[in-house]
Structures are given as C-alpha cells and as structure tokens.
C-alpha cells in the first residue's frame, strides 16, 4: 500500500491530512507534528466562561476556503459573525483615536467622499492622497510595500491608515513588505486602473465595502473547534505528535528520521516552517534550502487580559489599531466581548493585545500591553486574568524579494514525491494556508496514482 507522511500539523498540514484521507480512503497517511498538540498557531482557550483565541480570532470572509472548510466539516451552524458595531474600529493616531474611514478595499480608501471627511487624516493628507488620481503607474516590478502605498497615496494614508490596517497580518516592519507578495491585488489595481482609489471603487462596486456586511468570521466555540473537528476526521491517520523529523533520505521513495525511528514514504509534504523545511532539504537540494534559509521570519505574540467590566472606560467597537511610529509597543487591541457574542462571563471585560516584531518576554509582553492601554485610557484597571501566547520567529516576513526566493525553494518539488505548503510561500492567512494545504495534498495524489510511483516498505 502507499504511503503518504506529512510533516507538520498546523493549518496546512491539518489540511492536507483531512483532503488527502477525503480523496483517497484506503491511503495509508502517517501525520508527524514535532509539538504536542495539531493547530500550530490556532490556540483556543475555554475555561471559566471565558473563550479567547492565543492566535488568529477569525477568517475573512472574502477569502472563502477557510469557511469552505468549516461546512464540509459540519460546522455550518457555528459560523459566526461580528457583532454590529458603527464604526467597527478605530486608529489612534498619536493623539486621538478615529473611526477607520468607510468604503475601505483591502487596506486602501474605495469611497473618495468617506476619506474627505475622515478626521484621521489632515486636508494636505487628504490632497495628497487625491492625487493618486492623477499620477503615473509606476513599474511593474516589486517594490517595498510602504513606498508603494507612500508613491500613491502619500505618507500620511501610509502611517495613519494602511500602516496599521496591514501591520497585524505579517512580521516585522510592513514598510519592508514586498508589495507583489503580500499585496499582489493592490499592484494589480495601479497597473489595471492608473489608480489605487480609481481601482479601489470600481471593486467596492462589484463586491461591496467592509461594512456592507460582516467582514469577518469564526466559530461560537473558537476556531479550535476546526482542529477538533478535522482531528476527529483524522481517526484512521496515524497521527504522531512530539515527533520531529530529524532527517530526509531519498532512494526508491522517501525516509524520514526521527527520533523514535525512520519511516519510509511514497511521497511526502512538508508543512514546517521555512527554518525547519530548509534544514532538512540541505543535503538533498542545496538551492531551495538557500533559498529557504533566506526568508526572514518575525516574533508574534498575543495578550488577553480579563477586566472588570465596570472599571472599564467606554470602548468603541471592536477594537483599536495604532498608527506608525506613535510610540505604541502594541499594534492594536481588541476588545474581544465587544466583537464575538459570548467570550466572557457577565460583567467582565476581554481585551486583547497583538504584538509583531518584539523581542520581549511573557511578563515584559504584559507591561507593555498595560503601559499602551494605560496611554489610551488614562489609567488601566487591574487585569483578574492574563493569558499570553508568544512565537518565537513564528511569523514568515515576505519582504521584497519573497516571490523570487519562493520560486527558488518550489525547485525542492522537483525531487518526485516532495511537496511544500504552509505560510512560507503564498499566504499567512488562515485561508491561505488551507488552500495550499489541500491542493497540495491533491498534487501527492497524482504523484502516488502515476505507474511509475513505486509503494515504499513500510
């Protein structure tokens, strides 16, 4: 019988396990996770009425494989939305905080009206960005992503607005972000239209604007309840947790090594962070691994703290983001009660930090989430609960350059049998990284059904 063995059980892996067994019942899959649970940064927390997410809190819903997922799992009926709230958030730009303007596509202004009245930007901010309109496009080729959106629409919209809208999505600086990487939609609006905004609203008429209806999505008991869902269609996957592979080896088939044995494989995905999956193709393909080695990756980090609801000051929405180069450690704060129907007990507020970037412990992640909520409200109440949840280099940059390394370390699949998916190459979304996950469970398939793929001893 042939063997398939994916290494690595975050998102991708998870899902190229579930599409991988959907596809073929009678393969023989052998799942490895070197951690000690299946979820990677999916990080759901249940306990004493409180339910908060360590990692992401929620898929958008424009990006549909994620909640293609969760039905095809039985989840139809926990899908939820955000709870109404006009404005939905807000950015605090040095000074004071103000509502994101309306009509946003993406991260960019789609109604040209909402951005002359927002009082987040200042009226030469609010000319500067106008002339978007009237400027050249500019080159085909990449560019960093702050002097894109710095080129269009000025530096003011680039601090105070795009800056914190895309600051949470990747590590790192996202001035250094490669635009054609991380931003591909918003190059294709300059070449496309001549203009961000021109661009902008003709697609805030074919889709609708972000409050048109709810931009994002999760699941009532969290987004865990998908690793629990797709763990449970996994029971006949010989899922092994606390194994790492060590090692790869290719004649007639794949083996890899661990520490509790080698296994032999007909074919094989790596899921693992760009690190791990460079290391263990060194030996066997030295310009991918190159390549690999060469995508940088940032710390993440989240802290949630549960307050006492009536010490709380008003708080707006569902959150607050920060705007570039203020002095804020965190790069925003939701307010977890106030955007998901039940996350806390009666009378208790949940707020959460998100950090990117910072090198800093659990307890200094805490007095820096203290100290920016302190900034915002005066004074912070005693928090009656903290939770922290900290990555390490967990998070991929795709800095300029980022398509060019990938293509380079896409090479590795020539090598018949391997695969690669994950966050490292087209998407660090949740969304992203289920779409790769299962379409590169699908091209193992083909590999497995060719005449010539020979079944591995196993």
Known sequence: ?????????????????????????????????????????IKTVAEDGFLLEGGPDAVVRYKPWALELMRELGLEDQIVGTLPAKPSALIHQGRKAQPIPAGLQMVVPG????????????????????????????????EAFGAFIERRLGRQVWERLVAPLCGGIYGGDPYELSTLAAFPQLKSLELQ?????????????????????????????????MVEALSARLTDVHVRLGTAVTGLERSNGWTAHTPEGSLSADALVLATPADVTGKLLEPLH?????????????????????????????RVGHGILMAARQGFSARGFTWTDQKWQGRAPEGFGLVRAYFSGIGADESQL???????????????????????????????????????RVTKALEAEQLPGLYLTGATYQGVGLPEVIRMGRTTAQRALQHLATPNSTPATT
């Open 1 to 41: 019988m042939a063997h398939l063995v994916i290494v690595g059980g975050g998102a991708s892996g998870l899902a190229a396990a579930y599409q991988a067994r959907k596809l073929a019942p009678d393969l023989q899959i052998t799942l490895l996770e070197a951690g000690s649970q299946l979820g990677g940064k």
């Open 111 to 142: 109604d040209l009206g909402a951005l002359a009245q927002s009082p987040l930007l200042s009226p030469l901010g609010k000319a500067r960005a106008a002339l978007d309109l009237l400027i050249p496009k500019g080159p085909e080729g990449d």
């Open 193 to 225: 239209h001549g203009s961000l905004i021109r661009g902008a609203m003709q697609q805030r008429k074919e889709r609708g604007s972000r409050e048109a209806g709810q931009l994002f999505a999760s699941l009532s008991g969290g987004l865990g309840a």
């Open 286 to 314: 030295p310009e991918a691994a190159s390549a690999l080695q060469q995508i940088p990756y940032g710390n993440s980090a989240t802290v949630s703290f549960a307050f006492a609801k009536e010490q709380l000051p008003p």
């Open 366 to 404: 805490i007095q820096l989430a203290l100290h920016d909520l302190a900034r915002l409200w005066g004074q912070h109440p005693q928090p009656l609960r903290t939770w922290v949840f900290h990555w390490q280099q967990g998070l991929p940059r795709y800095t300029v350059g980022h398509q060019e």
